[in-house]
């Protein structure tokens, strides 16, 4: 058994009150490591809106609460820390932002060069990919599996994959050692509901 979990990103565009069930739903059907709620080109005020009302239930969860892009609100927020990439701000800079206590993930694509130097500047997780054609966000970074092989075999600090990733085709991400598994569509946009979804993700992970 691999030890790898599933991280949710949240989809985009979300009215946070409607939103906030679907997530309950998706977090019960569990088990799940953090949520991040990525909103994009939207006023600070929508953002911390949306923290108010989804914060809690993550929290009440025992779920880290993750904010993309704004290592700034996350601090003031209450939430448990920030992801970042490389057209938000650099590593150190968002550590800055983010204190000591708060978690800080950190985009590293096909990067391995950009991996070893979020490291160095106190990411607590580094992420590749997209691994596969993701619907969700248009990128042309095909990371390769083996990524995942070298950073594991190397590196204590733990890894995530994300881009495409869906029930079907996890398997080799799992056993190259992704810690965690980053997915929108497959949860939220799967036929049968998000609990399905993390449903069958985390059937596969365990099949993996
Ligand atoms: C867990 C995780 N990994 C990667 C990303 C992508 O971040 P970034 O490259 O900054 O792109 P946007 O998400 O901001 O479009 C992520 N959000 N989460
Ligand atoms: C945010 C992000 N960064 C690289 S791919 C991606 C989108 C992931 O969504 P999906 O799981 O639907 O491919």
């Known amino acids: 058994m691999y030890d790898c979990q599933l991280y949710l990103v949240t989809p985009p565009a979300l009215d946070p009150v409607a939103f906030a069930p679907d997530l309950a739903r998706a977090l019960d059907?569990?088990?799940?490591?953090?949520?991040?709620?990525?909103?994009?080109?939207?006023?600070?005020?929508?953002i911390l809106r949306a923290i108010d009302i989804l914060r809690p239930v993550a929290q009440?969860?025992?779920v880290a609460f993750i904010l993309n892009d704004r290592p700034d609100l996350a601090r003031r927020s209450g939430c448990d820390g920030a992801h970042v990439?490389?057209?938000d701000m650099d590593a150190a800079a968002a550590r800055t932002l983010?204190?000591?206590?708060l978690q800080l993930g950190v985009s590293c694509y096909d990067s391995r060069d950009l991996a070893m130097r979020a490291g160095e500047a106190g990411a607590d997780y580094v992420a590749?990919?997209?691994?596969?054609?993701?619907?969700?966000?248009?990128t042309d970074i095909r990371a390769p599996v083996e990524l995942l092989t070298w950073w594991s075999a190397m590196m204590e600090l733990p890894v995530v994959a994300i881009g495409g990733i869906t029930a079907d085709n996890?398997?080799?991400?799992?056993?190259?050692?992704?810690?965690?598994?980053?997915?929108?569509?497959?949860?939220?946009?799967?036929?049968?509901?998000?609990?399905?979804?993390?449903?069958?993700?985390?059937?596969a992970i365990d099949a993996a």
């Open 98 to 101: 983010l204190g000591d206590q």
């Open 85 to 87: 990439g490389g057209e």
């Open 60 to 62: 009440e969860r025992d």
């Open 128 to 138: 590749f990919g997209a691994f596969f054609p993701s619907v969700s966000k248009e």
């Open 29 to 46: 059907a569990g088990p799940v490591a953090a949520v991040q709620l990525r909103l994009k080109d939207v006023p600070d005020d929508t």
């Open 170 to 203: 996890c398997a080799p991400l799992v056993r190259a050692g992704a810690d965690f598994l980053a997915v929108i569509s497959a949860v939220w946009s799967h036929p049968e509901g998000p609990a399905a979804g993390v449903r069958a993700m985390n059937a």
